[in-house]
């Protein structure tokens, strides 16, 4: 079974900075995209940033020139760099894996809490 881990959330004061981990139990080249999703309490769930198997990414608008995602293939690890938090970021973290071709299937870790103080 696929397992997902993330770590690396906490609390930082606003224009602080953190970064995240993901670690897949299994290769991460199996993937055809990983990404880092987030809810704040009494949203929905958005996306927030997103890499390509070809190492391709795209973000969120809200994420765009703040954060980096960026996947280490031989750590089967996905990261989001967050610079210049602000007290909307807080939110829980997820990391998101989708496999590819017939039946694909999408996999979710547990979430890492991000709190950001002002």
């Known amino acids: 079974q696929v397992q997902l881990v993330e770590s690396g959330g906490g609390m930082v004061q606003a224009g602080g900075s953190l970064r995240l981990s993901c670690v897949a139990s299994?290769?991460?080249?199996?993937?055809?995209?990983m990404a880092w999703y987030r809810q704040a309490p009494g949203k929905q769930r958005e996306l927030v940033a997103r890499?390509?198997?070809?190492?391709?990414?795209n973000y969120a608008d809200s994420a765009k020139g703040r954060f980096t995602v960026s996947r280490d293939n031989a750590k089967n690890t996905v990261y989001l760099q967050m610079n210049s938090l602000r007290p909307e970021d807080t939110a829980v973290y997820y990391c998101?894996?989708?496999?590819?071709?017939?039946?694909?299937?999408?996999?979710w870790g547990k979430g890492t809490l991000v709190t950001v103080s002002s």
């Open positions: 890499v390509y198997h070809e190492g391709w990414t």
């Open positions: 998101n894996a989708n496999t590819m071709g017939a039946g694909p299937m999408a996999y």
């Open positions: 299994i290769n991460i080249l199996t993937f055809g995209d």
